[in-house]
């Protein structure tokens, strides 16, 4: 195998448990809130996207490529969608607005991360 193969190679096999582990927490997470005034203040989307941004980063930080951050958010996006799409009273992740922000902004913010992350590329050689 070539340098860049190999190296392309570990950063898929960080990024797979990687965006496992962000979207088992994440999905754990994303439902916590708590009451103000009577008033619920849902804050678990928010770290969970929190969460999931920060393991990307590090991914694309560490690989120095964008294809890891890529993998680890079509994994953690993928494993998301498994879990939403149990079968009555079984999901884990139910369409209302907490469950509409972790799985839509999970996309979102793979793209946000991807475009923060094309700064840690590798020049080209030449």
Sequence with gaps: MTKGATGAVRGIAAA?????????AGTALHRQAFFVAG???HWGPAAALL????????????????????VAGIVCYATIGLLSTGGPGKQLIVADV????????TAGITVVV???CRRYRRPPRG
């Excluded at 797979?16 to 088992?24: G, I, K």
């Excluded at 999931?52 to 560490?62: E, F, M, P, R, V």
């Design 39 to 41: 008033v619920d203040v």
């Design 16 to 24: 797979v448990p990687v965006a496992l582990f962000a979207a088992l």
């Design 51 to 70: 969460l999931l941004a920060s393991l990307q980063l590090l991914l694309g930080a560490w690989s120095r490529s964008l294809l890891p951050t890529a």
């Design 98 to 105: 907490p469950g509409n922000v972790w799985v839509f902004g």
């Design 114 to 116: 991807l475009l923060w």
